[in-house]
Every structure is written in C-alpha cells, then in structure tokens.
C-alpha cells in the first residue's frame, strides 16, 4: 500500500523555471529516494538522501530531507522540456525487511517549452 | 550486464492463461525485488530475494503469484490464471547488498495486459 504523498499531484511549467516537488511519508526511513519514469515504464534514479543528511545536490537536482517532518523535496532549476516525466519519492523504512521502498503517489511535471 | 533487464517487454494474454516475466539483475547485486504498478494503484512491492532466498514474499497478492531466482541471478515472476485486474507494469529492481551503496536500480518493466 502506497505510504507516501506527493504533491502537487500535477505541475506544469514553461522552460527555465524552477520546479518544486513535494514527499511526505509516515514512518522511520533509512533513506530517501527520488526517481523520475517517462512515459510509465522503468524508473531511473535521481537523488538518496539519508536519514542523517538534510540537503543534497546533483546537477539541477537539490533534495532536501526533514524528519521531523517525516517530507522531503525536490528542486529541479532551470528546468528543461526533456525534464517532462512523473517524478516519486521512496522511502527505505527501518521497520520494513530487505530495504524494500515504498512509493509516494507521484508528481506529473510537464514543462512546455 | 550494464543495467537490469526484463522480458518480455510487453505481454498480452488471455484470461486464464499463465505467463512467466523475466528479469535479469545488473551482475553481482544480490538482492533483487518486483514491483507492480497498475492504474488507481502505485507503485507496490511484491517480493524481495536475497541470493535465491525470499525472505519477504508479504506483496504477492494472492496464490496465482509466485517468483523464484535461481544462481543469485536471473528472476521468473509467474502468475498463473491470470485474471483481467493483474494488467499492470511489473518493474524489477536489483541494488548491491552491504557497503555504502544503497540505490536501487530498476529496469524497464514488462507491460502485461490481460483480455
């Protein structure tokens, strides 16, 4: 069963702003992830944060954890059309065997150029 | 090889009909898990391998599922009788067990649509 929320459930944007993806998430996580699919087949890995990291970069990509909050976010800047895909976050949780992930709903971001 | 792979990459049935879904990991990881995704439903966890062990086999969503992965490498996802709600896209995912590096690593999905 889906733990996880994103939102917005959908975003739309013109080429060359920035776009904000929301995670929220319920229980304890070893680690976040953040995985982009285009057109729903395979899921290409984008970003791990741990449970101990509070922000972390790559390229365009800035993710950020609060556990506190039990959420995360990720920031895509200068966004291109190409970045068009459905974007989830997935949490290792420490309750959970094997570190299998579970799923957040997904955002559809479209970018128009 | 340089990714996991799965085949077919997509399948058509019957009703009633079994099908096997293969899915071959990035070499050397040895936990491997399948993962369903249909529509109004997400992305959720079926079963999990460690080498040719499954210790959690808690997502399988009944009976007429079952996987087995045979040299720690190579995974069959069967599903036999296959009924209209198990049209979905079936991901696998591998990652590399120990160390620093937690990722996983998923592949391309067999779409499989029952009639």
């Known amino acids: 069963s889906q733990q996880g929320e994103e939102d917005p459930q959908a975003l739309s944007i013109q080429e060359g702003e920035n776009a904000t993806m929301n995670c929220s998430y319920k229980t304890s996580i070893n680690n976040l992830q953040w995985y982009r699919q285009n057109s729903g087949r395979g899921l290409v890995h984008l970003i791990l944060i741990r449970s101990n990291e509070r922000e972390k970069h790559s390229g365009r990509l800035r993710v950020t954890l609060d556990t506190s909050k039990k959420s995360s976010s990720l920031l895509i800047t200068a966004s291109r059309a190409a970045d068009t895909a459905s974007y989830f976050c997935?949490?290792?949780?420490?309750?959970?065997?094997?570190?299998?992930?579970?799923f957040g709903e997904g955002t559809q971001l479209t970018v128009n150029p | 090889g340089a990714g996991v792979s799965q085949s077919p990459s997509n399948k058509v049935t019957e009703k009633g009909k079994d099908v096997e879904l293969r899915c071959d990991p990035i070499?050397?990881?040895?936990?491997l898990y399948w993962y369903r995704q249909s529509l109004g439903q997400g992305l959720e966890f079926l079963i999990y391998?460690?080498?040719?062990?499954?210790?959690?086999k808690s997502g399988l969503p009944s009976d007429r599922f079952s996987a087995e992965r045979t040299g720690g490498s190579v995974s069959t996802l069967t599903i036999q009788r296959t009924q209209q709600e198990d049209s979905a896209v079936y991901l696998c995912?591998?990652?590399?067990?120990?160390?620093?590096?937690?990722?996983?690593?998923f592949g391309p999905g067999t779409r499989l649509l029952v009639l």
């Open positions: 995912a591998s990652r590399h067990w120990g160390g620093r590096v937690e990722t996983q690593y």
């Open positions: 070499s050397g990881h040895t936990a």
């Open positions: 997935a949490t290792d949780g420490r309750e959970t065997s094997g570190s299998r992930l579970t």
């Open positions: 391998f460690q080498g040719n062990s499954a210790p959690d």
